[in-house]
Structure formats: C-alpha cells, structure tokens
C-alpha cells in the first residue's frame, strides 16, 4: 500500500440521465488511483441517489460534486443551486441509503439559495495509510559491494613457540 497523500477533486456537471452513468465511471475512476477501491460501490451508490434526485425534481442541473481525501477520511459533497427541492423534500429513501451507506452525512445551505448535501467514510484500521512518506530506499548506485574473503590477521597471543624462544632467550 503506499502512503496517502491528501487528494482533491472537483466536478461541475450538468446533470442528465445518460450524465449520472458518466458521472459515477468518473467517482470510481479516481477512488481508484487513490486505491480506495472498497469505497466505489458505496460513493457511486449514494452519488448516483442524489444526482438522480437532482435529475428528476430540480430546475436547474447544475451540479458540483467534490471529494476530499486526507488519508483517514473520505468527504463527499454534492451540490445544487436549486431552489426547488430541499433535503426534507429529497424522495422517500434517497438520504435513508446515504445514512445506511456512509458513516456520517449533512446537509448545508449555500449562499445562492441551494445546497450541499455531504457524506463521509472514515478509513479502517486495516486501510489506514501513513500520510508522512517513507525514506527512500537506496538505489543501485549507492550501495556497496560486500567484500570477497578478507584475511583476519592472527591474534597477538597465537605467535609460534619457535618466535617466543628466540625472543625470550638472552643474547
């Protein structure tokens, strides 16, 4: 696994039926290469929910769909300038499946008079990624050869008898 970098993506997408399919290729594509692969059912399915939402009931399709990824956490906002629908009027379910999906969801006004409707993942123990990269391993150039057969020169102690007669007897 390597380390997770904090990532960002924006989309801004008119939404039409033939658009959510696209859009859904495009979310899976980048959880992806942040190798969140565990996520993409879960975000697409609840991404699709809402741009469908959107689809169906608002007058205008103009979309913006962010995501937000820190190494623990996984933020995704989808959001509308339409007045027209609000979250307590969003279908029968559709923030149900978000709830049951994710592991914690909101919803937001915007200045324009729309919304951001968010929901989060938070990463497992076993998906965790350090966020500080690891030291770089060697490379080729840097290391070294490991030495063929050294000889080891003899111990001061292990001087024949023959040496230390000579140097012991007077002359």
Not at 63 to 74: D, P, S, Y
Not at 122 to 150: F, K, W
Request: with cysteine.
């Amino acid at each position: 696994m390597k380390p997770a970098v904090p990532c960002y993506y924006h989309l801004d997408v008119e939404v039409s039926p033939e658009r959510v399919g696209q859009v859904k290729r495009i979310l899976a594509a980048h959880l992806r290469y942040w190798n969140l692969e565990i996520l993409v059912e879960s975000v697409c399915h609840c991404a699709e929910a809402l741009l469908r939402t959107i689809e169906e009931h608002a007058a205008d399709k103009n979309t913006t769909i962010e995501m937000w990824w820190n190494g623990q956490h996984l933020i995704t906002a989808v959001s509308d300038n339409s007045q027209d629908i609000g979250p307590h009027k969003a279908p029968q379910g559709c923030l149900a499946q978000i709830a049951a999906l994710s592991d914690g969801w909101g919803c937001c006004a915007t200045g324009a008079g729309g919304k951001i409707i968010w929901f989060s993942w938070r990463a497992r123990a076993a998906e965790r990624a350090p966020l500080v990269p690891p030291a770089p391993a060697p490379s080729l150039r840097e290391a070294r050869r490991t030495p063929r057969h050294v000889p080891l020169p003899e111990p001061a102690l292990s001087v024949s008898r023959d040496k230390a007669e000579a140097v012991a007897a007077p002359v």
